[in-house]
């Protein structure tokens, strides 16, 4: 039927996991999207193979879940929705999709939930020259067609998901460390605020916040910086103490020294999940105000992990604690449009360590005009770049 990227769709592991019917890929989708899907519509996106272009089964691209919309909801809606959603598809090359909607089980012979929205998605989809694979509906343990009624194959009651390919899915996920979360705030509570090392690391944050003043000073400060966030997140065995983790997150104020540590990060032999799980913990215990770097940094690490669910969250976490936060905003934009994460090494691609690390190098003044500016209005100098990403 399709493949899935066995560590997270989109992910950098080479596992693939083979699901060749639609009982494994609906006993699939909680595992894709991260955590229990109940209540959910899930648009999951396929396209071509790129290690096997003559595979026609499709690869997943993309995997989109929103809350069900309430029975009722004004057709206009529905359409935005449906909208919204189709977009990203586009975007992330996908060439075909399968709906999915998760619920409680259906009355026997009436329309299945949700039937007005899927109708629009699936007219959006087309508008968009894409092709549907199926879409089906489930209440965790049996499957329903929206678009066969034939009862030999989709009987009224539904046709009941076997266990063992429920069974059998879950333990392929969680054999590459993709095991499904209970819910969304399971995902939530992994990086809630730890009241008592907050209490501890704020005692101390302000004594180690980035030095003001002289250059030399501040130059030495960004380099010792980024040398305790590199051992800090490689170190998984050793606990983030209040000193270490002030220094870690007054580090990620700094946008050099951000910038060079989310390069880094980047580098071939760097393991992000590895990454993200110490990320995890600095925000745990970051005090308010310096939560977005941190939350961020977690963000980026997550979705480059292939881990999109987490990385939303992440970015809640950021956005609650600075609402202008701009490479939040900039993260998020890339996760809602549908962006693989190798968008986010692409972004990087054109960057080197150096200009990370100092920011980008004067641009030269324009060439002199021919005529003399006007005595009584001064030229106005325009500043060039300061680094490759947002603040």
């Not at 950098?12 to 909680?30: I, Y």
């Not at 968009?128 to 030999?152: E, H, I, K, Q």
């Not at 209490?199 to 003001?212: E, F, K, R, T």
């Amino acid at each position: 039927m399709t493949m899935v990227p066995a560590a997270g769709v989109a992910g950098r592991a080479v596992d693939r996991l083979v699901l060749s019917t639609p009982d494994a890929f609906l006993a699939s989708v909680p595992h894709m999207v991260g955590f229990d899907c109940a209540d959910s519509v899930v648009v999951v996106g396929l396209g071509p193979n790129p290690a096997d272009r003559s595979d026609r089964s499709g690869m997943v691209r993309l995997v989109q879940r929103f809350d069900t919309p309430p029975s009722g909801m004004a057709t206009e809606d529905l359409m935005s929705i449906a909208r919204s959603a189709a977009e990203p598809m586009v975007r992330s090359g996908s060439t075909e999709v399968i709906v999915a909607v998760f619920g409680a089980t259906p009355t026997p012979g009436g329309e299945l939930p949700s039937t007005g929205l899927v109708d629009e998605l699936l007219a959006r989809v087309d508008d968009a020259g894409l092709g549907v694979r199926d879409a089906l509906f489930t209440d965790g343990t049996s499957r329903w067609s929206y678009g066969c009624d034939n009862p030999s194959c989709c009987p009224p009651e539904g046709r009941v998901i076997p266990e063992t390919t429920r069974t059998l899915v879950a333990a392929e996920f969680a054999g590459v460390g993709a095991a499904m979360a209970p819910s969304r705030a399971a995902l939530v509570d992994e990086i809630a605020p730890d009241s008592v090392r907050i209490a501890a690391v704020a005692a101390i944050a302000g004594d180690l916040q980035p030095p003001a003043g002289n250059r030399e000073v501040r130059e030495e400060w960004r380099d010792s910086a980024i040398d305790h966030l590199t051992t800090l997140t490689q170190d998984a065995d050793a606990a983030v103490g209040p000193h270490d983790g002030a220094a870690a997150l007054q580090g990620l104020t700094d946008v050099r020294v951000r910038d060079t540590f989310l390069w880094d990060m980047e580098q071939p032999g760097t393991d992000p999940r590895a990454v993200a799980d110490r990320l995890a913990d600095l925000v745990r215990c970051a005090p308010a105000g310096l939560v977005a770097p941190a939350a961020t940094a977690l963000a980026i690490a997550q979705w480059s992990g292939g881990d999109g669910a987490r990385a939303n969250v992440a970015l809640d976490r950021a956005t609650a604690d600075d609402p202008e936060y701009s490479l939040a905003h900039l993260v998020g934009t890339a996760l809602r449009s549908g962006l693989p994460p190798s968008a986010w090494a692409a972004s990087l691609a054109d960057l080197d360590r150096d200009t990370c690390r100092h920011g980008m190098p004067p641009v030269a003044p324009p060439a002199p005009v021919a005529h003399a500016p006007s005595p009584a209005v001064a030229p106005i100098p325009m500043p060039g770049p300061s680094t490759g990403m947002a603040s």
